[in-house]
């Protein structure tokens, strides 16, 4: 168990419709990332959350957002569903700015019908 | 744009039978290269970073090494519970996070 939640475990919709995918980090980590793994995909980058504020984006949409709240949870949200987004998203979350470890989450998987 | 291909795609071992996975990487100044286990449908685990050509790390059955375009992870008499994805990505230097680059993994099975 890495210390990190994510809420809901597995998560059926239709095209269209918008999700909220949750993340609690690690206690007194306040470092957040987002990932998506889609079959045959390595993990990509999405978002990265420090203390509250945004640090950098990666290859998100824009159909997508994220915030990191003052109790350093972590919201995804996935808009305008299409069949593409279904995935794997996982969240990860890091002591520091500098320290390299990350601890991942189990993970939300998406299903977009 | 950093790189990272890892070789095989899937192993399968028997039991005890030692083998090493690779990863090969391209980056614009490396920072550190880390392995992940992934089980099915679970996040990746985190095992190892390396930072420099040279360096090596063990955790039981597993040693990692890196040399200045590719990491090994060398898998020693491995056992059934070994039997997951390996994942290898790359951090660039001065980038920040989002510069970290994940392959797409190996996929070991250990047969008993």
């Known amino acids: 168990d890495s210390g990190v939640t994510q809420t809901p475990k597995h998560l059926i919709t239709a095209t269209g419709q918008r999700v909220t995918l949750r993340c609690s980090p690690r206690?007194?980590?306040?470092?957040v990332y987002w990932y998506q793994q889609s079959l045959d995909q390595g993990l990509q980058f999405l978002i990265h959350?420090?203390?509250?504020?945004?640090?950098a984006k990666g290859n998100i949409l824009e159909r997508f957002s994220a915030q990191q709240f003052p109790d350093l949870h972590s919201e995804l949200n996935l808009s305008s569903l299409e069949l593409g987004d279904s995935a794997l998203y996982f969240c990860?979350?890091?002591?520091?700015?500098?320290?390299?470890?990350?601890?991942f989450g189990p993970g939300t998987r998406l299903t977009v019908l | 744009e950093d790189q990272v291909t890892q070789s095989p795609e899937a192993l399968r071992l028997q039991e005890g039978e030692s083998s090493s996975l690779n990863c090969s990487y391209t980056?614009?100044?490396?920072?550190?290269l880390f392995w992940y286990r992934q089980d099915p449908g679970k996040g990746p685990e985190f095992l190892f970073t390396?930072?420099?050509a040279g360096e090596e790390k063990e955790k039981e059955r597993l040693k990692a090494t890196l040399t200045k375009k590719e990491s090994f992870l060398h898998i020693t008499a491995p056992k059934p519970e070994d039997s997951a994805t390996y994942l290898c990505?790359?951090?660039?230097?001065?980038?920040?996070?989002?510069?970290?680059?994940f392959g797409t993994g190996t996929k070991l099975q250990v047969i008993p």
């Open positions: 980056v614009s100044g490396l920072r550190g």
């Open positions: 959350y420090y203390n509250g504020e945004e640090r």
């Open positions: 990505a790359v951090q660039a230097r001065g980038g920040g996070y989002q510069k970290v680059t």
């Open positions: 990860a979350s890091r002591t520091g700015i500098n320290t390299d470890t990350q601890y």
């Open positions: 206690s007194g980590d306040l470092s």
């Open positions: 390396l930072y420099s």
